[in-house]
């Protein structure tokens, strides 16, 4: 194995405290997804469920192997799956259920486990947001028969774009060995696309750049002009990409070496912002974070849920406080029809009023009082706390 690919593998494996042998590596994190799916042997006539509040490319890598994905609604104060929702959901045609760690929050795993187990269900827990947070003092992704993480631009920490998957139940095993060498490598051009966008980022992307460099490369990546975080045709249509079944390039891993050593400052940070935003909300009677889910999550974001959102925005991006999307809509980015990844609204009432109220405030913030004077004097436009 090249020496960059081990270094990584043992980093990561630190901090997940697995053996580096369960770890693969991919392109981007909706890849190491379905890497697993296609262990677990999910094909045509088989059901996934998912929450109906996630990221599309969740559900496309479920449709790629002629799965179908079944959407539970969440739980307005975890943002994660209903429970009672899950158990109506099952059928005899369930084999996974994909447990989410939104905005990193866990699942209540425990539960979900016992669910999935009794009736030999697969779970594989989503950690696209919680990397390097805890769930009952183990370490997030090691719960379930298998993980996956991202590490995109807005991820934990970020190579730009990439992922990886973490295999639990060693039943596995052979199959994700097997289909390692059927992996596409990234080639030249991407590799130093991605070292200009890690400059780019870096240097000219700050509090006042953000959102016009953001559209700029939203727009760039739809026409597939440069590497995006969802091309063009994954956000119109459920084909498979030519090129989707990637591994992750030697770049990418030098970067995750670099910013994983950040990861420990970065996270306590992002943990006391929290802590500063549920005081002042708690204080003001608005909605926030319940307490009792605070104690090992790593906040990623923090959801808050507004009136005019719109208007919220404007505000905020004058002031240049940078908010985030995650999800405005329940297979984001996709907005209005959503019936060919099989989303029902009706089903899904709780993610609906959610995707329309949803802001993610920053958490990784040095100087919080900036934030919290906008949030003050835009009190009214906050939802009363249930
Ligand atoms: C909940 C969730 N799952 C999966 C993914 C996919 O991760 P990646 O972009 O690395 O493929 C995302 C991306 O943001 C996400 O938010």
Redesign the pocket.
Known sequence: MNKTKRRYKQLLSQYLKCDSEDIFLYW????A?YAILKAMGVQKGDEVIVQGY??V??ANAILYLGAKPVYVDIDSNTYNMNLRKLTEAITNNTKVVIC?N?YGLSSNLEEIQKIASEKGIYTIE?C??GFGGYYRGIPNGSSCDASFF???WNKPFSTG???FAVIHNHCLMKKMIERENQKISPNFKECIELSIMYFVRGWLVNDITYWSMVNLYRWLSRKNIVIG?SSGEEVTSIRMPNDYFKGMSVTQMKKGIKNIRRLKDVNIRRKKCAAVYTDFLVDKKKNHVKEELFSDHMFLRYPLLVNDRDEFRKKAEREKIILGE?FEAPVYPCYGNMRMWGVKEKDIPVSMDICKKIVNLPTDVKDMKKIISFLEKEIDLIVDEQ
């Open positions: 981007k994190g909706r890849v997804l996630t990221c490319v969740v989410q939104t989503d696209t947001h991202s590490t995109q774009i990439g992922g975080s995650w």
